[in-house]
């Protein structure tokens, strides 16, 4: 379930402005390290000044204004239920759930490594949350043959969930074997170009730089003109200059010079400006998530987004608590509600996220669903016409009546008002003759639920089949490869 974007703004007009200049500067003075020799070829030949030996391009203000207008202001990820899928830039708000969290703390309070079986069970989990937008299996498997985590996490998302998929593209092998899943979901090539059912994300390197790997997969996702992601995550104060404003110039010049590498690759190709970027905890030396200035950094992200009339993605629901404690929820509250009110496309992290990513728990992806709601209700606002105004109605009950049996009552009560599935609104007597349960108890009680009982809409038997095969074939070639390189 989307909800409606807002119009939060944290920068003037003017600033907006500023930011667009100074990051046109940094490109055309400094540039940006481009490890690709394919990549660097392109800019070359598209106008760009190259140094091939050191791999940094300075970016002409001219061919980075020509080629950002070329991405499209809207987008789709198709699903395998036309009802999930995610129409990027249509003024609405998605959210996709924590991911690539190493550890999981289960039901049980359990702190203990991810497995493949909770891959499974948190993308079955995100099928089923009516607000959670994306099936993502939130977590890294510990318990796979290194180098096959982007099959198992793929396959698992195309398995055991309706919702569209996001692939892996650390690599030019990764980027290829999600395409190809995603070729046989869609029914070959072809269907694919045309209905893309997956998008990636390509991670920047700050200061002023990009992963010779992601550029790898960037390239494999851009030639068939898939969705993707520019995404930094530049610290404050270590891979950014330590003031907001500096970091959100550097990294506006980084996501642009994505952008205009992506457009001269194929032109057209879809774009979301992503950030992940935040500040540094100075005392530990550490990366700082669920904080107010990682908000205001996601909101200025979104105004730069729409100034150039791109999706925006970024960051919102992540929390550094270890446990399910008021920390978890006001910093998840926080930045979702911040990340939706700034007018934000699409929210990665927005459910289960906890200890700075390192961790996912069952309960808090409930709990933050059910949240997830209430944010939904609030970003619709005030609904204010003459039906909702009751004038006659107030006037026909009058002082001291009440409203309790009214038709409008009846008809609006729904629209007007959020029922949460887990938050308690009993009286205290109540509450405690019912257990005293807290809110965590009530999240693992329904994930128990939700596990015994949901079932995926099932691939057709020739797609699953085709699939699990062409996996199986992936993560051999990927033990033999490993067995060979150990020898």
């Not at 940094?56 to 950002?68: D, G, R, S, T, Y």
């Not at 610290?235 to 404003?245: D, E, F, L, M, R």
């Not at 506006?252 to 950030?275: D, H, K, R, Y």
Request: charged share 25%.
């Amino acid at each position: 379930m989307s909800v409606k974007s807002g119009n939060l703004k944290v920068l003037s007009n003017d600033e907006i402005k500023k930011i667009h200049l100074s990051s046109l500067e940094l490109l055309e003075e400094t540039g940006v390290r481009v490890p690709n020799d394919s990549c660097l070829k392109i800019l070359d030949e598209s106008g760009a000044k190259v140094d091939f030996k050191n791999k940094n391009v300075i970016f002409p203000a001219w061919l980075v204004e020509e080629k950002i207008r070329l991405a499209p202001s809207r987008f789709t990820i198709h699903a395998r239920e036309d009802k999930y899928s995610l129409r990027i830039g249509n003024d609405r708000t998605y959210f996709c759930p924590a991911a690539s969290c190493i550890n999981v703390i289960d039901i049980d309070g359990r702190r203990r490594l991810a497995t493949n079986q909770d891959a499974i069970n948190f993308t079955k989990l995100c099928d089923a949350l009516r607000n959670i937008d994306e099936g993502d299996c939130v977590v890294c498997p510990n318990d796979i043959p290194p180098g096959t985590e982007h099959l198992y996490r793929t396959w698992a998302q195309m398995k055991y969930s309706s919702k569209p998929s996001r692939g892996r593209s650390y690599g030019k092998q990764e980027a290829l074997d999600c395409i190809k899943m995603a070729e046989i979901l869609a029914g070959g090539e072809k269907n694919l170009r045309a209905y893309p059912n997956i998008w990636a994300n390509i991670s920047t390197l700050s200061p002023l730089g990009h992963y010779p790997e992601q550029l790898e997969g960037m390239l494999e996702y851009t030639q068939r003109g898939l969705p993707i992601i520019i995404s930094p995550e530049a610290q404050a104060g270590a891979t950014a200059p330590v003031t907001i404003a500096g970091l959100i110039a550097q990294t506006n010049a980084e996501i642009l010079s994505g952008i205009t590498l992506a457009q001269i690759i194929n032109p057209g190709t879809p774009v979301c400006m992503g950030t992940i970027s935040t500040v540094m905890d100075f005392k530990r030396g550490s990366i700082c998530y669920g904080v107010g200035e990682m908000s205001l950094i996601a909101a200025a992200n979104v105004q730069m987004a729409k100034f150039y009339n791109i999706p925006s993605r970024v960051a919102g629901g992540w929390s550094a608590s270890k446990c399910l404690d008021m920390q978890a929820g006001y910093e998840t509250m926080m930045t979702l509600l911040m990340a939706v009110l700034a007018g934000a496309d699409y929210v990665i992290g927005s459910a289960g996220g906890m200890d700075t990513a390192l961790a996912a728990s069952y309960e808090k992806l409930l709990i933050d669903d059910d949240m997830i709601n209430m944010i939904g209700r609030i970003s619709e606002g005030i609904n204010l016409n003459d039906s909702t105004l009751a004038l006659d109605l107030i006037k026909s009950i009058g002082p001291n009546g009440n409203f309790l049996a009214e038709r409008h009552t009846v008809e609006f009560m729904r629209k007007e008002i959020v029922l949460p599935e887990l938050a308690s609104r009993e009286k205290s007597d109540e509450w405690e003759k019912a257990g005293s349960k807290r809110i965590e108890n009530r999240a693992k009680t329904k994930v128990i639920e939700i596990l015994e009982s949901h079932t995926p809409l099932p691939l057709s038997e020739e797609v699953d089949k085709e699939l699990e095969s062409f996996v199986k074939s992936a993560i051999d070639r990927e033990i033999r490869k490993n067995s060979k390189n150990s020898v």
